[in-house]
């Protein structure tokens, strides 16, 4: 008898850990090339990004502390740790977009010389980068970007590729990142929309 594969559910990132409790729906992340279920994301509502949102304040004053040289210094040494797990961050990259793993590859390294180089985008305290695109090096040039000028974020990435997101969120915890700095959260449509409306929050779209 053959096995069906297990399909697993991925966590969020909040305040420094994964967190991984159910969702009031799922939705299948899936290969585009042949079509098979790699995981599933919960769908989260209003509370759940509420605590994410708290989450990322509480992270603002550790993230200030540093001041701009120091937060350079810490995306400095997450390009470092990126670019040593490449490889991993290619395969995720590749089997949720459907890339070859060269290509994946170099989008990693475009990531990691991003974090090296980081240059500051006009965003202050709390923001959310909420966008579709499955491109991890755009969406994470805005990361960046912010990250470098002193906000703390909420990560809503696209359904259908989050896993090099959440990655990079879980790698900024073993380079040492504060907690609450990064945040990963999968928005129901009702949840994101709510988001949008929110004052006081920053929508980097």
Same mark, same amino acid.
């Given at each position: 008898?053959?096995?069906?594969?297990?399909?697993?559910?991925?966590?969020?990132?909040?305040?420094?850990?994964?967190?991984?409790?159910?969702?009031?729906?799922?939705?299948?992340?899936?290969?585009?090339?042949?079509?098979?279920?790699?995981?599933?994301?919960?769908?989260?509502?209003?509370?759940?990004?509420?605590?994410?949102?708290?989450?990322?304040?509480?992270?603002?004053?550790?993230?200030?502390?540093?001041?701009?040289?120091?937060?350079?210094?810490?995306?400095?040494?997450?390009?470092?740790?990126?670019?040593?797990?490449?490889?991993?961050?290619?395969?995720?990259?590749?089997?949720?977009?459907?890339?070859?793993?060269?290509?994946?590859?170099?989008?990693?390294?475009?990531?990691?010389?991003?974090?090296?180089?980081?240059?500051?985008? !006009?965003? !202050?305290?709390?923001?959310?980068?909420?966008?579709?695109?499955?491109?991890?090096?755009?969406?994470?040039?805005?990361?960046?970007?912010?990250?470098?000028?002193?906000?703390?974020?909420?990560?809503?990435?696209?359904?259908?590729?989050?896993?090099?997101?959440?990655?990079?969120?879980?790698?900024?915890?073993?380079?040492?990142?504060?907690?609450?700095?990064?945040?990963?959260?999968?928005?129901?449509?009702?949840?994101? !929309?709510?988001?949008?409306?929110?004052?006081?929050?920053?929508?980097?779209?």
């Amino acid at each position: 008898m053959r096995r069906v594969k297990e399909v697993y559910a991925i966590p969020m990132w909040l305040n420094g850990r994964a967190y991984l409790k159910p969702g009031q729906n799922y939705r299948d992340v899936c290969d585009p090339v042949t079509g098979e279920i790699l995981r599933k994301i919960p769908l989260f509502g209003a509370e759940d990004v509420d605590e994410a949102l708290r989450s990322a304040g509480g992270g603002l004053p550790a993230w200030d502390a540093l001041g701009e040289s120091g937060r350079k210094c810490m995306l400095s040494s997450l390009g470092g740790a990126l670019h040593d797990m490449r490889a991993h961050f290619s395969r995720l990259i590749a089997e949720e977009t459907g890339k070859h793993e060269e290509s994946a590859s170099c989008d990693v390294l475009t990531v990691v010389s991003c974090l090296r180089e980081s240059q500051m985008d !006009a965003v !202050a305290g709390v923001a959310v980068v909420s966008t579709r695109s499955r491109e991890f090096q755009e969406v994470a040039a805005q990361v960046v970007a912010a990250l470098a000028a002193g906000a703390t974020l909420v990560i809503c990435p696209s359904p259908e590729s989050p896993s090099a997101l959440l990655a990079l969120a879980e790698l900024s915890g073993r380079c040492g990142f504060p907690a609450g700095v990064i945040n990963v959260i999968y928005p129901s449509d009702e949840a994101l !929309a709510r988001l949008h409306g929110m004052p006081g929050i920053t929508v980097l779209t």
